[in-house]
């Protein structure tokens, strides 16, 4: 068996635990250009075959050359994905469905590599005051968007001033606190002044540039509105194409791609519907690359071993969580959160769910970071300490065995999203286990879109949720730990404390890396003794690709990662 482990050649394309369902319905026209496009795929084989017997001799050196792998350039690659998108906006765009499509139709300034190191993309190079207040970037020259028009400094200042506008209505304005202006001083020079330093900026500058030629006279307040969002324009490697709701995206290669024309001619990316369509159209064929469920990984691995697909598999940069709703009673006192989590199994969750791909999670970080604390809090299994720690808070056994306090049952809502097997599984599982304890969970599998809709502000609308959550490139806590985060961000869960935000704001002033690491840890180490999400764990990423798609690398924390550089062998 020839599981690959975060080796160069090889990529995740669908990010395994942040990927979210949506119901979809049949595209016969797809489908009938799908089976065109394999008959004559096959019709050409035939007839190659023909001709290579035909004319042996003269083609000897060019068969050997196919043979040895050399790149090919054209073909199309049809990709499963769970969900469909919400928006092509990046300023704005917060699913994971949405940015990785962005990841293949925008540049960024920088872009983290497989080692979550920062490198340049667009950026040529840059430089950092002294005082750590102003940073001026050289951009390459020649950049065009996918309209041909030239991507230029003027589009860098356009798209970061939308986040420091007074009007952004996105959930990304707390990454540019400090950030008070953005300046084109030429084509290619763009000069970002800050009001204080900030140790995240560089990591926070990983978003898709926007062509001000189209959207700058567009009110921040009107952008999510504008056509923009479902017919983008970026200056990546593929270009928008065609998006069929609950069906497809596609997207095409852009011949004048600044680093070099893509290898592949065009990405299909075939809304499945659930994670067990995936499978199967991956089996069938219609799929060719998509991720495996963890649940699947057994059947992934025989595949693997049968030469049907390529496996890869690599620690996430991300975990999963059950997230609660602390504006509620019921889930307002740490200890009954901690009462909880003791109750929970994670580990048998990860070995019954994910078959063993993952490791329980403890805090709000990777291990992989370099923030992650040696004293993190954990909370083992232990369900007799779980009933007392409830007693402790005050819940009594009511008649019907389910706990009560002040005359509230503990009865509560598990939601998460439609069409995620292992989420839906992991709920029942949860909804088991705290019966347990006396605790009634009622599962509830929702929509993704309506599911957004629900847990956003100002909705709040769930008692507790089941979610993943991929972390960015800087470990700072601020998007989701952050009081102010709570009314337009995604503090979804209200957790708030004084001491928290103080830290929260403190850590990003603070340049030496050593110094603070020390100050996240105590950040990290307080939310975990809080408790407002019981972290499940971090899953592993896994993804079937063709035995003959080159060129790939499974990066832990991006899903379409270099995809000019995919190619094709001759099997």
Same mark, same amino acid.
């Given at each position: 068996m020839?599981?690959?482990?975060?080796v160069?050649?090889?990529?995740?394309?669908?990010?395994?635990?942040?990927?979210?369902a949506?119901?979809?319905?049949g595209?016969d026209?797809l489908?009938?250009?799908m089976?065109?496009?394999?008959?004559?795929?096959?019709?050409?084989?035939?007839?190659?075959?023909?001709?290579?017997?035909?004319?042996?001799?003269?083609n000897?050196?060019?068969?050997n050359?196919?043979?040895?792998?050399?790149?090919?350039?054209g073909g199309?690659?049809?990709?499963?994905?769970?969900?469909?998108?919400v928006q092509?906006?990046?300023?704005?765009s917060?699913?994971?469905a949405?940015?990785?499509?962005?990841?293949i139709?925008?540049?960024?300034?920088?872009?983290?590599?497989?080692?979550?190191?920062?490198?340049?993309?667009l950026?040529v190079?840059?430089?950092?005051?002294?005082?750590?207040?102003?940073?001026t970037?050289?951009?390459?020259?020649?950049?065009?968007?996918h309209?041909?028009?030239?991507?230029?400094a003027?589009?860098?200042?356009?798209?970061f001033?939308i986040?420091?506008?007074?009007?952004?209505?996105?959930?990304?304005g707390?990454?540019?606190?400090?950030?008070?202006?953005?300046?084109?001083?030429d084509?290619?020079?763009?000069?970002?002044?800050?009001?204080?330093?900030?140790a995240?900026?560089?990591?926070?500058?990983?978003?898709?540039?926007?062509?001000?030629?189209?959207?700058?006279?567009?009110?921040?307040?009107?952008?999510?509105e504008?056509d923009?969002?479902r017919?983008?324009?970026?200056?990546?490697?593929?270009?928008?194409?065609?998006?069929?709701?609950?069906?497809?995206?596609?997207?095409?290669?852009?011949?004048?791609?600044?680093?070099?024309?893509p290898?592949?001619?065009?990405?299909?990316?075939?809304?499945?519907?659930?994670?067990?369509?995936?499978m199967?159209?991956?089996?069938g064929?219609?799929?060719?690359?998509?991720?495996?469920?963890?649940?699947d990984?057994?059947?992934?691995?025989?595949?693997?071993?049968?030469?049907?697909?390529t496996?890869?598999?690599?620690?996430?940069?991300?975990?999963?969580?059950?997230?609660?709703?602390?504006?509620?009673?019921?889930f307002s006192?740490?200890?009954?959160?901690? #009462? *909880?989590t003791?109750?929970? /199994?994670?580990?048998? $969750?990860?070995?019954?769910?994910?078959?063993? =791909? @993952?490791?329980v999670?403890?805090?709000p970080v990777?291990?992989?970071?370099?923030a992650?604390?040696?004293?993190?809090p954990?909370?083992e299994?232990?369900?007799?300490?779980?009933?007392?720690?409830l007693?402790?808070a005050?819940?009594?056994?009511?008649?019907?065995?389910?706990l009560?306090?002040?005359?509230e049952?503990?009865?509560?809502?598990l939601?998460t999203n439609?069409?995620?097997q292992?989420?839906?599984?992991?709920?029942?599982?949860?909804q088991s286990?705290?019966?347990?304890v006396?605790?009634?969970?009622?599962v509830e599998?929702?929509e993704?879109?309506?599911?957004?809709?629900?847990?956003?502000?100002p909705?709040?609308?769930?008692?507790a949720?089941?979610?993943?959550? #991929? *972390?960015?490139?800087?470990p /700072?806590?601020?998007? $989701?730990?952050?009081?102010e985060?709570?009314? =337009? @961000?995604?503090?979804y869960?209200?957790?708030?404390?004084?001491?928290?935000?103080?830290?929260?704001?403190?850590?990003?002033?603070?340049?030496?890396?050593?110094e603070?690491?020390e100050a996240l840890?105590?950040?990290f180490?307080?939310i975990a003794?809080?408790?407002?999400?019981?972290?499940?764990?971090?899953p592993?990423d896994l993804?079937?690709?063709?035995t003959?798609l080159?060129?790939?690398?499974?990066h832990?924390?991006?899903?379409?990662?270099?995809p000019?550089?995919?190619y094709?062998?001759?099997?």
């Open positions: 020839k599981v690959k482990k975060k160069l050649g090889l990529s995740t394309v669908v990010l395994a635990t942040s990927i979210f949506v119901a979809c319905g595209d026209n489908e009938e250009a089976q065109e496009e394999r008959n004559d795929a096959e019709e050409n084989n035939n007839n190659a075959d023909a001709g290579e017997e035909a004319d042996n001799d003269t000897e050196n060019e068969g050359e196919e043979a040895s792998g050399e790149a090919q350039d199309d690659l049809t990709i499963g994905i769970v969900s469909d998108p092509f906006l990046p300023t704005h917060s699913d994971t949405s940015g990785d499509i962005e990841d139709v925008f540049n960024q300034l920088v872009r983290i590599d497989e080692e979550i190191e920062i490198q340049p993309e950026a190079d840059w430089e950092e005051s002294e005082d750590g207040l102003t940073y970037f050289e951009i390459h020259e020649g950049v065009t968007f309209d041909g028009e030239p991507l230029t003027d589009d860098v200042a356009f798209t001033n986040f420091i506008d007074e009007d952004y209505t996105g959930p990304r707390g990454y540019f606190r400090a950030l008070e202006e953005v300046e084109a001083l084509e290619t020079t763009v000069e970002f002044r800050l009001s204080e330093p900030d995240r900026f560089l990591g926070n500058l990983g978003f898709g540039i926007m062509p001000e030629h189209i959207l700058g006279d567009v009110p921040a307040t009107e952008l999510e504008h923009f969002t017919d983008p324009v970026g200056s990546g490697p593929f270009e928008f194409d065609t998006w069929e709701d609950g069906q497809y995206v596609q997207l095409t290669a852009y011949e004048d791609y600044w680093e070099g024309a290898h592949l001619d065009r990405l299909t990316l075939s809304i499945v519907g659930d994670q067990n369509a995936m199967a159209q991956i089996e064929g219609d799929i060719e690359m998509g991720v495996v469920p963890a649940t990984f057994s059947t992934a691995e025989r595949w693997d071993e049968e030469g049907l697909v496996l890869s598999s690599t620690l996430g940069y991300q975990y999963n969580y059950m997230g609660y709703n602390t504006r509620l009673d019921m006192d740490k200890e009954t959160r901690q #009462a *909880l003791h109750a929970i /199994d994670r580990q048998t $969750i990860i070995d019954q769910v994910g078959q063993g =791909q @993952g490791e999670a403890h805090g990777s291990p992989l970071s370099w992650y604390p040696d004293s993190m954990e909370f299994y232990d369900p007799d300490l779980a009933r007392e720690l007693e402790e005050g819940w009594e056994e009511g008649g019907d065995g389910i009560e306090r002040d005359g049952r503990f009865s509560f809502t939601k439609s069409g995620n292992i989420r839906e599984d992991i709920a029942v599982i949860i286990m705290l019966n347990e006396g605790v009634e969970v009622d599998y929702v993704w879109g309506a599911f957004l809709d629900q847990i956003y502000p909705n709040w609308d769930f008692d949720i089941i979610l993943g959550w #991929a *972390l960015g490139t800087d /700072d806590p601020r998007a $989701i730990w952050h009081t985060e709570i009314e =337009q @961000g995604q503090n869960t209200g957790f708030s404390r004084d001491d928290v935000d103080e830290l929260i704001d403190e850590n990003v002033l603070i340049v030496d890396q050593d603070r690491a840890h105590e950040i180490e307080i003794e809080e408790q407002p999400y019981t972290f499940l764990y971090y592993n993804v079937a690709i063709p003959n080159e060129g790939f690398i499974h832990p924390r991006l899903s379409y990662y270099k000019h550089e995919w094709f062998t001759a099997e």
